[in-house]
């Protein structure tokens, strides 16, 4: 079956980390962008940040910039979310999807940060 | 960074209406863009990908429509199943997607 599912969330005080995963099955994960997409309690969609197959390629929405890091390990078909400094305003669900085409997305996990 | 702006944030409407949702852009792009319908507690579910290609499996009445700056998501006639949040997505470059900030459609 082709999918992804997320895993690593939880409550995290502020100022915390917290590693998000994204484990891929069905297909072949190493020839894929892949995403990172956030959805606060209530609120829209939020791109978060994006990969290329190789891992020399990574971009970031500016609110996560010097404090996210996301990777990937294609041999594992795993993609990851490094999440240092937390703030308030992180708690969401996060996506991971298959950046390349859209129509793959993890059924999600749940960040909530607070005290 | 290119911005998108959704409109209506909310929209009520019958089943059997044909509904219309628009996406305008802060600068002009090919069409890579897309729409997702996304239900309580689930993920999105890509409905049209590259303006106006309808995703596989989607029923015929959702299609989509566009360039430019300004790019519409059009229900031919609704039914039950379609009331649900709506958003557009710009993916004119890997540096950077932006969504819209979602349309729900409610039951009137």
């Known amino acids: 079956e082709v999918q992804l599912v997320e895993s690593g969330g939880g409550l995290v005080q502020p100022g915390g980390s917290l590693r998000l995963s994204c484990t891929a099955s069905?297909?072949?994960?190493?020839?894929?962008?892949m995403s990172w997409i956030r959805q606060a309690p209530g609120k829209g969609l939020e791109w978060v940040a994006n990969i290329n197959q190789d891992e020399n390629k990574k971009y970031y929405v500016e609110s996560v910039k010097g404090r996210f890091t996301v990777s990937r390990d294609n041999a594992q078909n795993s993609l990851y979310l490094q999440m240092n400094s937390l703030r308030a305003e992180d708690t969401a669900v996060y996506y991971c999807?298959?950046?390349?085409?859209?129509?793959?997305w993890g059924q999600g996990t749940l960040v909530t940060v607070s005290s | 960074d290119i911005q998108m702006t959704q409109s209506p944030s909310t929209l009520s409407a019958s089943v059997g209406d044909r509904v219309t949702i628009t996406c305008r852009a802060s600068q002009s792009f090919n069409t890579w863009l897309a729409w997702y319908q996304q239900k309580p507690g689930k993920a999105p579910k890509l409905l049209i990908y590259?303006?106006?290609s309808l995703e596989s499996g989607v029923p015929s009445r959702f299609s989509g429509s566009g360039s430019g700056t300004e790019f519409t998501l059009t229900i031919s006639s609704l039914q039950p199943d379609d009331f649900a949040t709506y958003y557009c997505?710009?993916?004119?470059?890997?540096?950077?997607?932006?969504f819209g900030q979602g349309t729900k459609l409610e039951i009137k």
């Open positions: 069905g297909f072949t994960f190493s020839s894929h962008w």
């Open positions: 590259k303006a106006s």
């Open positions: 997505q710009q993916y004119n470059s890997y540096t950077t997607y932006t």
């Open positions: 999807a298959r950046a390349s085409d859209l129509r793959l």
